[in-house]
């Protein structure tokens, strides 16, 4: 039980903070008030549409955008699960033999994770225009 409290104050504090670092960002150009969150949005929309233009489809172009941010949101994902892993392996590992094998399979896990959302998009492209539409 105190695992899935301290878990969800961990979740909520992180999302807390990206949400007052994203709002507090507000500036004022010209009189008129540009969020940071708009100027965001807009660039991820010409992300996507420069997807959809080298793919010259929007399905396609749309599944690329999406691997890619997965490709760049794993990367920290990954190294906080890695890390966590080890503590639980090399830390709390060495007096509990189950608690050890725990981190090693769960860095294990967080590895392969890692590793296929970094070679994902790549097969995609490969596919997609190698051997995809002409």
């Known amino acids: 039980m105190k695992k899935i409290i301290v878990f969800t104050i961990v979740i909520l504090s992180v999302v807390m903070l990206y949400a007052s ?77 189950d608690v050890r094998y725990k981190g090693f399979y769960t860095m294990i896990a967080f590895i392969t994770l890692f590793v296929i959302a970094q070679v994902l998009p790549l097969v995609f492209v490969i596919v997609i225009k190698g051997f995809g539409r002409s």
């Open 21 to 97: 670092q994203v709002f507090a960002s507000e500036e004022i150009l010209n009189g008129v008030a540009t969020s940071s969150l708009i100027e965001i949005s807009e660039d991820q929309k010409k992300d996507l549409q420069g997807f959809i233009d080298l793919y010259g489809s929007e399905p396609y172009g749309f599944t690329a955008f999406v691997l890619d941010k997965i490709r760049l949101f794993s990367i920290p994902f990954c190294f906080l699960g890695v890390v966590i892993s080890a503590v639980y392996q090399y830390v709390i590992g060495i007096r509990k033999l």
